[in-house]
């Protein structure tokens, strides 16, 4: 990958690429954290009058008493999404400091933020200031829900990304609520967001030309469920939830075992992972049972074959069950 320094065939894929990076919280973070990884040079830059939260935010869960105020410096959590960076405070309020980045802007190859859209832009920082400082620049806004259209100004968190993409009212029981999640979704959008910065790095190197990157974390989520979204499109199915099911195969569920709150998670595919799970269980005559003797027969009658594999889970410990599948 072309960057700024001087690479050898033993440096990282990133080396000397030199990223500026404006996030914060978690989603942010963690993609800048995923390039230091493959070697490029993080500076974290955060405003003087606004630090990122993570500095204050504690381990959860919180037991009392815990503290009404977390000093500056004491969240642990912030460590472990920004290691291997390099950081500095500057006033963005302030010209001098807007000038300042732009200075370093001229002598780095990628530029990132995770703030509501249009927020670069309203203090000089967009990606048309900054292509003037340095033309082959990538920048990568990662919003809410994108750069342009009627929501481009909305806010949000992993929780709110989830729902309006689309994955929460496919996920959880049939007889349930749509499920919540947390920070799941800001990985899956950092890890998302990190590659796209290495494939703006690729094409640059190819055509020398830098560009902008409008990621949207509300369309991140439904790039997961695409089928499901053209399903409905084209045929007006929608799958609804179906808790640990598969589509296709069974017996594929999360199973009670001895013990309180114990699981073990059997999923099946082929026709001889079954009939070597008949034989773990000590039945099996259940591989020739017309009921469960194919793949179409085992989803047919999947209630009947998890009733039977939970009478077997039950009444043994978790960890011995795992080490005798």
Not at 10 to 25: C, H, M, N, Q, Y
Not at 299 to 324: F, G, H, M, P, Q
Request: hydrophobic share 40%; aromatic share 8%.
């Amino acid at each position: 990958m072309e960057g700024r320094g001087t690479m050898s065939e033993e440096s990282p894929p990133l080396a000397g690429v030199r990223v500026l990076d404006f996030t914060w919280v978690w989603a942010g973070p963690y993609a800048t954290m995923l390039l230091a990884m493959l070697g490029a040079e993080i500076i974290k830059i955060e405003s003087e009058g606004r630090m990122d939260i993570m500095r204050r935010v504690v381990v959860w869960p919180l037991y009392e008493p815990y503290p009404r105020e977390v000093p500056l410096n004491q969240g642990m959590s912030f460590n472990s999404i920004n290691m291997n960076k390099l950081g500095v405070t500057i006033s963005l309020e302030r010209p001098e400091g807007v000038e300042l980045v732009k200075r370093l802007v001229q002598i780095s190859d990628v530029v990132i933020d995770n703030m509501r859209a249009g927020t670069m832009d309203k203090i000089c920082l967009g990606y048309e200031d900054l292509r003037r400082a340095n033309p082959r620049i990538v920048m990568l806004s990662s919003s809410a829900r994108g750069a342009t259209g009627p929501e481009a100004q909305y806010a949000g968190y992993a929780t709110v990304h989830h729902a309006v993409g689309g994955a929460a009212y496919i996920t959880g029981y049939p007889d349930g609520p749509p499920s919540t999640t947390l920070g799941d979704v800001d990985l899956m959008n950092a890890t998302a967001a990190a590659f796209a910065i290495v494939a703006a790095l690729q094409h640059r190197a190819q055509t020398g030309e830098g560009q902008f990157i409008d990621f949207s974390q509300r369309e991140g989520v439904s790039s997961t469920i695409g089928e499901v979204l053209l399903d409905y499109e084209m045929n007006g199915r929608s799958p609804g939830r179906t808790a640990n099911a598969d589509a296709f195969f069974a017996p594929h569920n999360v199973y009670r075992c001895w013990g309180v709150d114990r699981w073990v998670a059997i999923a099946v595919e082929t026709d001889e992972e079954f009939r070597s799970l008949a034989r773990v269980i000590g039945q099996p005559e259940l591989a020739d049972d017309p009921r469960f003797a194919t793949v179409a027969a085992r989803k047919a009658n999947e209630e009947e074959l998890d009733a039977i594999i939970s009478k077997w889970t039950r009444l043994r410990e978790r960890d011995l069950v795992a080490n005798t599948l």
